[in-house]
């Protein structure tokens, strides 16, 4: 199974800061024929099911702000808000659909410093 | 607007057995790949299983395969996960999730773009 691993496990930004949360890989999940990374970024507020964000490591999902950014390629990627929103507190997930079984990361709490 | 309904959880022995049901509204069910994840109290995602929008292809995870049985009645626009030799680890919320199905040489490829609310799975005696 490829293994997800994110990094930090929690964080705490002030308002209007940078959050930068990583996700490593065990194993690229860059296919090389298409050139696409098959991961993905989820939100879960408390109380709530997750809601996508990020799709292919940099593909903004439709009606998501776009202080939400996604980079990185083969193994490590990073999940980007430029600017921290109140309403951005949330458990943050990445998730690899390069082979199954489909791998979440442990999750990344973001809080308000 | 899509919609995903969850129902069928509760309390169960292990050992015993239990079915999840999804029911779906908003979109054309039977175009789109399904799936179910799961989320143990307190812990993170995990993914259980898939099937595609005909339903002629299925996809588990180890720690379910021969357990459970995901389907899904596409005149009804409901999914369905059919779950047996519970244990105390399969413990969850499980959440039914729309899914977004890219294919190329390399197979399928699923990630989940709408998930329902959740349905809790107790496994105690």
């Known amino acids: 199974d490829i293994v997800m691993t994110q990094s930090p496990d929690s964080l705490a930004v002030s308002l209007g800061e940078r959050a930068t949360i990583n996700c490593k890989s065990s194993?690229?999940?860059?296919?090389?024929?298409?050139?696409?990374?098959?991961l993905a970024w989820y939100q879960q507020k408390p109380g709530q099911p997750p809601k996508l964000l990020i799709y292919w490591a940099s593909t903004r999902e439709s009606g998501v702000p776009d202080r939400f950014s996604g980079s990185g390629s083969g193994t490590d990627f990073t999940l980007t808000i430029s600017s921290l929103q109140a309403e951005d507190v949330a458990v943050y997930y990445c998730?690899?659909?390069?082979?199954?079984?489909?791998?979440f990361g442990q999750g990344t709490k973001l809080e308000i410093k | 607007e899509v919609q995903l309904l969850e129902s069928g959880g509760g309390l169960v022995q292990p050992g015993g057995s239990l079915r999840l049901s999804c029911a779906a509204s908003g979109f054309t069910f039977s175009n789109y790949a399904m799936s179910w994840v799961r989320q143990a109290p307190g812990k993170g995602l995990e993914w259980v299983s898939g099937i595609s929008g005909s339903g002629g292809d299925t996809y588990y995870a180890d720690y379910v395969k021969g357990r459970f049985t995901i389907s899904r009645d596409n005149s009804k626009n409901t999914l369905y996960l059919q779950m047996s030799s519970l244990r105390a680890e399969d413990t969850a919320i499980y959440y039914c999730?729309?899914?977004?199905?890219?294919?190329?040489?390399?197979?399928?490829?699923?990630?989940?773009?709408?998930w329902g609310q959740g349905n809790l799975v107790t496994v105690s005696s």
């Open positions: 194993q690229s999940v860059l296919y090389s024929s298409n050139n696409k990374n098959h």
């Open positions: 998730q690899q659909y390069y082979r199954t079984p489909y791998t």
């Open positions: 999730a729309k899914t977004r199905n890219y294919f190329d040489s390399s197979g399928y490829h699923y990630f989940f773009d709408y």
